[in-house]
């Protein structure tokens, strides 16, 4: 493919909210989002006459995004950062009408080890369907098929404990 | 879908990065000094690539004409001892037929010659 500046900001435009969201939702932190989402974007400029179509152009951005967060995310522990899989869980029991209980839903996904919680992130966010996943993370399917079962048993559990009442 | 699915979805559906995000990424770009005028692929066939064709076909013309011309000088060669060796042939019979012929004219001159024509 090959674009011009405003063409460029075009596809810019139509995939931001994806690359941002992401990274985002996997390392909790909007600006080092911002920044890796602009680094993704950066790259992609010069990777565009390698890309044969949009569907190619989404995969890309989806499979360096997600690398790129989980990289920042493992460099941070190592650095000693505050590692968001160490935050606790809230100690409120917020009830089901809680403004709350989606951030509550998200720190409980923050605290999956790095490969489950982006999968967990492609699934829920992006719909992706496990073979999806697989390809943007370079999994077989069956890896990612019992990594999400057991994160969604652990996540269950978890939400179960916080809230007090059995989640189907 | 179950309940917890549901939360998930809800709970990490996407989100817009701050306003101006495209303008801050060009304008990254632009200090940068990153080219955004569209850029012209490259051809399969650039110039060096067409270069080394062109000599390697000079070449294997050059050759096969060499070789085109040593292989008819050759028959030529062969064909001129063939025939060299047919006209010594032709030669050598002929030679013998006149030996003949002058042996019997030889002979008949002699039948015809008497012992009164020798003085």
Known sequence: ?168 | MNQMDEKLKRALRRRNPSTGFADRLLARMAVDGIDMTPRIERPKWSWPTLRWAAIVTVIAITVTGISYRVHVHRSQEAEARIAKQQVMLALRITGAKLRIARDKVKAVGGEQTTPGDTL
């Open chain 1, 1 to 168: 493919m090959t674009l011009n500046g405003a063409g460029f900001a075009e596809l810019v435009r139509e995939h931001q909210s994806m690359v941002f969201s992401i990274a985002y939702r996997f390392l909790r932190d909007r600006a080092v989002a911002e920044e890796l989402a602009q680094d993704v974007f950066l790259k992609l400029y010069g990777e565009l006459p390698r890309l044969q179509s949009p569907d190619h152009v989404k995969f890309w951005l989806r499979k360096v995004i997600s690398h790129r967060a989980m990289d920042h995310a493992r460099s941070a522990h190592r650095r000693h950062e505050v590692a968001l899989d160490e935050i606790r869980e809230p100690a409120a029991c917020p009830s089901r009408r809680d403004p709350l209980l989606e951030a509550s839903v998200r720190k409980l996904v923050a605290s999956l080890p790095h490969q489950a919680r982006m999968i967990v992130v492609l699934r829920y966010q992006e719909d992706m369907e496990p073979h999806e996943i697989g390809k943007v993370l370079g999994l077989p399917t069956a890896t990612v098929k019992s990594r999400l079962h057991r994160s969604l048993a652990v996540l269950r559990g978890k939400a179960e404990r916080l809230m007090g009442e059995p989640i189907r």
